[in-house]
């Protein structure tokens, strides 16, 4: 789909890989023309190489993290990162709940890379990015957002209409993130 999809469009792929082999499908990726590859620290065998094969082939280097994965997990690849994914579902299905500490997830993280990190890392986040959850994700720290069934592509509006319903959510999410509104836990 993805070798198919690609001479269609200008636009940028940014892939998630839940997979076994990464090394396998990053090279497939990188030959296809990607722009963004993000791996799971779960399931990456030598994480550094891998995270190393994709900056090499001029594509920006992802970390994503399960929503019982320890944050402490990204310090060993930090200067091989050029974005953190949080999931704040556990991966498999679509239309599923956050998870009770997503949210506190990524306000930690924004803690953790701000503190250890030498430049601003953004946070991408996968999971009930819902017009509800998407003030309160931004607030916390997330900077970019995985949209599907429960904003972008949801059933009671139309693909413009769920745009602007983002668009006023992600700058609620920004006006709490100025105004400080956004507790320890990440909730706000």
Do not use: W, Y
């Not at 990162?81 to 997830?105: C, H, R, S, W, Y």
């Amino acid at each position: 789909m993805m070798r198919q999809l690609r001479p269609l469009t200008a636009l940028p792929f940014d892939v998630h890989l839940m997979v076994h082999d990464n090394d396998f499908f990053v090279r497939q990726m990188l030959g296809i023309g990607v722009q963004r590859i993000s791996i799971h620290i779960e399931s990456a065998v030598h994480i550094h190489r891998t995270l190393g094969m994709i900056r090499d082939g001029g594509v920006r280097a992802g970390a994503a993290l399960n929503p019982g994965t320890a944050l402490s997990h990204l310090e060993p690849v930090l200067d091989r990162l050029d974005f953190v994914l949080i999931m704040t579902v556990n991966p498999g299905f679509a239309g599923q709940e956050i998870v009770p500490a997503g949210l506190g997830k990524i306000s930690r993280c924004r803690e953790f890379l701000d503190r250890r990190s030498g430049t601003r890392i953004p946070i991408q986040v996968d999971g009930n990015v819902s017009f509800a959850n998407i003030p309160q994700m931004v607030a916390a720290g997330a900077d970019i957002m995985v949209a599907g069934s429960s904003s972008l592509f949801h059933q009671d509006g139309s693909l413009d209409e769920n745009l602007q319903q983002m668009r006023k959510a992600i700058a609620a999410g920004l006006s709490m993130r100025r105004e400080g509104a956004v507790a320890s836990d990440g909730v706000a």
